[in-house]
């Protein structure tokens, strides 16, 4: 393994873009999927991940509800409470009535227009917590309630892998990879998991490795002199076999992504481009502006599901929240401006019904895209009082046990991809522990 991470850091000084391949017919072991979704039309997941995880309860505000109203989160927020004049209103079909921040009109006419939902209240869960009675009877360490609940860094793992209280070497999104592989993807010439390097664990499965495309796209073999006079050189390098099975299975992925690299340049540089306007100095929409492209050619890359991973760093703002430049506020901001350029993009493309985006690490949650039922909330949004009169309150400060489990989350999204049910615990482990495994938000 020594070697290999060696000969990677070498080449990464000429290989911008170096993609792993996806094992061909990685079904295998897992099972068959549905016999009906196989080969079907085409589909993408695409997660947007909140890097240090959002404060969801200053991004969806209830303003009159039937359970609270503006003036109980405005007493628990304190401080930090939004003005509810500034509000974007929604509603539920219950007729509840919430506000997102100022900064999200993007989010909310997507949202009234029926194009985004919100999921309420998701977090690690191995089984249902009801409330804070059923949380503490377990000791720490106990297998029924994840570890470290609400420390960040222990979610920031176990949000990817869906493993709340153990170690994974693989995550979700590349768990799921692994299952569709062989039915939708098995002649694919790219990888199916497709991030710009700031993926984690989510990305990776047992047969399964991401593709690397930075968001100004893959930019091949560069350095001093010609990209040509460089790329014989390293292909001589890659060719050379010198006995070492473990440095040419090394040579054999570098060589893979090389040619993986300037086939979707090949493609990318051919295809249309995209009208919509993605906002500039705006990292989260180069990202989805990149995930567009190759959205538009993937019948070109023979891939009939794709997942791809973005990235929004800096929601841990902590007592900078409200902070104008580097608190929550530009963040939302960014993500709203960022999404709804995306969607725009995949009716643009053709494609809004086959592509759902959706934000993982907080509390509540978007799903956009032409598939999802929305216009609505999903799951619980939880009473936001503290101390004794909340019963999911764990510390009287405002710590919340989810009402919804991040499994639930993820496998409605894994069964709209065309995994059936009976095979989501190899996706999600703790899945069955759940009656509830389709929240409906997909339609």
Known sequence: MNIIKTRRDFLKIGVKTLTAATAVGAVGKFGAINAWAANGPYQALVCIYLSGGNDAHNMVIPLTTSQQSYAAYAASRQSLALAQGTLLPVMTKKGDTYGLPPNMPELQALYNAGHAAILANVGMLVIPLPDKNAYNQYPAGSPNVPVNLFSHSDQTSQWQTAQPNGVSATGWGGRLADIVQGAYNGSGQYPSVVNDGGCGQFCIGSQTLPGVVPSQGPA?????????????????????????????????????????????????????????????????????????????????????RQIFFCSLGGFDTHSGQLNDYTGQTPLLLQLSQALGAFYSATVELGVAQNVTAFTSWGSHHFVVGGSVAGGDIYGAYPLLSLGG????????????????????????????????????????????????????FLG
């Open 220 to 304: 091949g073999l560069t350095g001093v002199g010609s990209d040509a006079a460089r790329q014989q050189g390293i292909q001589q390098l890659l060719t050379f076999d010198n006995g070492l099975q473990l440095v040419q299975a090394a040579n054999t992925i570098a060589n893979r992504g090389i040619s993986q690299g300037a086939l979707l340049n090949s493609l990318l540089a051919s295809a249309p481009a995209l009208q919509t306007v993605f906002p500039s100095a705006n990292p989260l929409a180069d990202q989805l502006k990149m995930a567009a492209q190759i959205i538009g050619v993937h019948s070109q890359l023979s891939l009939g």
């Open 389 to 440: 009169s909340n019963p999911l309150d764990v510390t009287g400060r405002g710590s919340l046990i989810p009402t919804t489990a991040v499994d639930q989350y993820a496998a409605t999204l894994a069964q709209w991809f065309g995994v059936s049910p009976a095979i989501l615990p190899t996706v999600l482990p703790n899945i069955n522990n759940f009656s509830s495994q389709n929240l409906g």
